[in-house]
């Protein structure tokens, strides 16, 4: 019988610590656009994003479009309400649930953060050619794809 070879794990070369520090590094300078302007926490510009572009939303569905845990979901948007850019509402199908949608002023929110974070990203992005943001991106996509399948219980 083959003894087994001790793995030898090198930081630097561990994917889920490369996405994480790239995520981190990526997600301050993003950040300084939508909390220098409006004192916005990730997780409440995360929820102010999608329901931007997504419309109305249950907690539940802005919990699996953004992978956060229902927990920082819950109090964004509770903070978000507080700040009148967002109303939530009981959901008429299942009085658990509740709806979320921008108020008048958590569009003009949107209107105003998103083509700044926009540059940011364009900002973070500018080293890399179109065909490289690409090959990036669906990269980005497969791995994901592939920890979703992963996640799931086997048979």
Same mark, same amino acid.
Request: charged content about 35%; cysteine-free.
């Given at each position: 019988m083959k003894k087994a070879r001790a793995a030898h794990l090198t930081l630097d070369d561990f994917l889920p610590y490369r996405l994480s520090v790239a995520d981190n590094v990526v997600s301050q300078r993003i950040a300084r656009v939508y909390a220098a302007e409006d004192g916005l926490s990730t997780q409440e510009?995360? #929820?102010i994003a999608v329901l931007g572009e997504d419309g109305e939303r249950s907690q539940l569905e802005l919990v699996r479009r953004t992978r956060m845990d229902k927990v920082p979901v819950s109090r964004a948007a509770r903070s978000l309400e507080?700040?009148? #850019?967002?109303r939530r509402a009981t959901s008429q199908s299942d009085a658990r649930s509740r709806r979320l949608t921008l108020t008048a002023s958590g569009r003009r929110l949107?209107?105003?953060v998103a083509p700044a974070a926009l540059e940011a990203e364009a900002e973070v992005l500018a080293e890399l *050619? *179109? *065909?490289?943001r690409a090959v990036l991106r669906s990269l980005l996509e497969r791995v994901e794809r592939a920890?979703?399948?992963a996640l799931k219980p086997g048979p």
């Open positions: 510009w995360r #929820l507080e700040r009148g #850019l967002v949107y209107q105003r *050619s *179109s *065909s490289e920890a979703i399948r």
